[in-house]
């Protein structure tokens, strides 16, 4: 079956930077978009990017354009968000998930296959 893994969350002050990784297996990784999201207690799951399939094309929430970089390696079956200039807002849970759909941006909902999530603090 799917299984993805994240890694690489931890504690940073603010203006720093972190590197996320997922590790996919179960099918063929080069097939599906991912996608990166993050959510916080008490409030929804937000989307932060996602990155096609063969990573051609990228896309990103408005609040992370410009510090965040998705990437993959279809090769290691894994994704990546590259985060820099860390705010305190940004922490959260970060998940990484997997889409069958064929949008640049799938919605939640046509993500099939989640992460267990990967704790990011920001101190100020």
């Known amino acids: 079956q799917v299984q993805l893994v994240e890694s690489g969350g931890g504690l940073v002050q603010a203006g720093g930077s972190l590197r996320l990784s997922c590790a996919a297996s179960g099918r063929t990784f080069s097939w599906y978009v991912m996608g990166w999201f993050r959510q916080v207690p008490g409030k929804e799951r937000e989307f932060v990017a996602a990155i096609s399939s063969k990573g051609l094309s990228t896309v990103y929430a408005d609040s992370v354009k410009g510090r965040f970089t998705v990437s993959r390696d279809n090769v290691k079956n894994t994704v990546y968000l590259q985060m820099n200039g860390l705010t305190p807002e940004d922490t959260a849970v970060y998940y990484c998930?997997?889409?069958?759909?064929?949008?640049?941006?799938?919605?939640?909902?046509?993500?099939?296959?989640w992460g267990q999530g990967t704790q990011v603090t920001v101190s100020s």
């Open positions: 998930a997997q889409s069958d759909s064929l949008s640049a941006r799938p919605t939640l909902a046509e993500y099939g296959y």
